[in-house]
């Protein structure tokens, strides 16, 4: 019985197909990690943003002056 075989065992590539279709599965597993990882990094870095805007505006509205008698604002504030 004669069976065929596929253009991958023909041409010679199938070490080549396999070898960088396991590079890239492999790249998007590191990346999905990575990406998974970053999501409570990027919301502790929102909560930290948050909270500085709110201590920040607490100390304007409260008359916090400094020796000038201007409101104190953190750098790149009131620009």
Do not use: W
Request: hydrophobic content about 40%; proline content about 3%; some cysteine.
């Amino acid at each position: 019985m004669i069976m065929m075989k596929d253009k991958l065992e023909k041409s010679g590539h199938r070490r080549l197909y396999y070898r960088l279709r396991a590079t890239c599965l492999l790249g998007l597993l590191f990346l999905s990690l990575a990406g998974a990882a970053a999501i409570p990094v990027g919301i502790s870095y929102r909560l930290a943003q948050a909270k500085a805007v709110e201590e920040t505006s607490e100390r304007v509205e409260g008359g916090e002056e400094n020796e000038e008698g201007e409101a104190s604002l953190p750098l790149g504030e009131g620009i």
